[in-house]
Nanobody, 121 residues
Framework: QVMLVESGGGLVQAGGSLRLSCAAS??????MGWFRQAPGKEREFVAA????????YYADSVKGRFSISRDNGKNTLYLQMNSLKLEDTAVYYC????????????????WGQGTQVTVSS
């Protein structure tokens, strides 16, 4: 059974850093990415990465602050978040696909349960 389990969320001050992890099991994926959702808002794309890291995508809102990476030996996806802002507060979801990579929710078939990131002033 495919499982994606996020970890690393928590409470941080604005300007601080946090690293999220997504441990995958039951599959080995070509495209993996991060989405986030704040209360009352649509789930939005954050970043994505291909199997060999030959392709990376970032939302304009996080470019230059966040960095996506993966350790294929551990089958784990990461999101390094620096210079955090109040507007980064959201539940962050890991997503995965066997055959595609993109910036749209439809590019991904599997989803984790999410991890809460709260940025305080």
């Amino acid at each position: 059974q495919v499982m994606l389990v996020e970890s690393g969320g928590g409470l941080v001050q604005a300007g601080g850093s946090l690293r999220l992890s997504c441990a995958a099991s039951g599959g080995f994926f070509y495209g993996m990415g991060w989405f986030r959702q704040a209360p009352g808002k649509e789930r939005e794309f954050v970043a994505a990465i291909s199997r060999s890291a030959e392709i990376t995508y970032y939302a304009d809102s996080v470019k230059g602050r966040f960095s996506i990476s993966r350790d294929n030996g551990k089958n784990t996806l990461y999101l390094q978040m620096n210079s955090l802002k109040l507007e980064d507060t959201a539940v962050y979801y890991c997503a995965a696909s066997y055959g595609s990579i993109g910036r749209n929710r439809d590019n991904y078939n599997y989803w984790g349960q999410g991890t809460q990131v709260t940025v305080s002033s």
